[in-house]
Protein backbone atom coordinates (compact mmCIF):
# COMPACT_ATOMS: atom_id res chain seq x y z
CA UNK A 1 0.00 0.00 0.00
CA UNK A 2 0.94 2.94 -0.67
CA UNK A 3 -0.27 6.34 -0.23
CA UNK A 4 0.41 9.94 -0.44
CA UNK A 5 -1.41 13.22 0.08
CA UNK A 6 0.04 16.74 -1.23
CA UNK A 7 -1.62 20.05 0.07
CA UNK A 8 -0.51 23.14 -2.58
CA UNK A 9 2.25 20.58 -3.83
CA UNK A 10 3.59 19.80 -0.62
CA UNK A 11 3.60 16.71 1.01
CA UNK A 12 2.07 16.20 3.90
CA UNK A 13 3.46 13.50 6.32
CA UNK A 14 0.76 10.75 7.68
CA UNK A 15 1.34 8.80 10.84
CA UNK A 16 -0.57 5.37 10.34
CA UNK A 17 -3.92 6.01 10.99
CA UNK A 18 -4.32 8.58 9.02
CA UNK A 19 -2.91 6.88 5.79
CA UNK A 20 -5.03 3.42 6.90
CA UNK A 21 -8.43 5.40 7.03
CA UNK A 22 -7.56 7.49 3.31
CA UNK A 23 -6.54 4.42 1.51
CA UNK A 24 -9.69 2.14 3.13
CA UNK A 25 -12.16 4.82 2.54
CA UNK A 26 -11.18 5.41 -1.41
CA UNK A 27 -10.68 1.60 -1.55
CA UNK A 28 -14.12 1.12 -0.44
CA UNK A 29 -15.40 3.75 -2.90
CA UNK A 30 -13.93 2.41 -5.83
CA UNK A 31 -14.98 -1.19 -5.19
CA UNK A 32 -18.51 0.06 -5.33
CA UNK A 33 -17.93 1.60 -8.93
CA UNK A 34 -18.13 -1.84 -10.28
CA UNK A 35 -15.37 -1.18 -12.97
CA UNK A 36 -14.71 -3.66 -15.41
CA UNK A 37 -10.83 -3.65 -15.17
CA UNK A 38 -8.95 -4.37 -11.96
CA UNK A 39 -7.53 -0.77 -10.68
CA UNK A 40 -4.02 -1.06 -10.16
CA UNK A 41 -3.28 2.87 -9.50
CA UNK A 42 -5.76 5.64 -8.28
CA UNK A 43 -4.87 9.55 -8.61
CA UNK A 44 -7.49 11.98 -7.28
CA UNK A 45 -7.46 15.00 -7.57
CA UNK A 46 -9.27 17.85 -5.47
CA UNK A 47 -9.04 21.70 -5.78
CA UNK A 48 -10.99 23.59 -3.08
CA UNK A 49 -12.76 26.81 -4.18
CA UNK A 50 -12.26 29.74 -2.29
CA UNK A 51 -15.45 29.95 -0.34
CA UNK A 52 -14.16 25.89 0.74
CA UNK A 53 -10.45 26.75 1.10
CA UNK A 54 -11.15 29.76 3.78
CA UNK A 55 -12.93 27.64 6.33
CA UNK A 56 -10.01 25.43 6.32
CA UNK A 57 -7.46 25.85 8.89
CA UNK A 58 -3.90 24.37 8.29
Not at 5 to 30: A, Q, S, T
Not at 33 to 53: A, F, M
Amino acid sequence: MEIRLLVNGKEVRLKDFPRRVLYNMLLGYIKSLNLEEKPERVEVYVRLSEEDSGSLKL
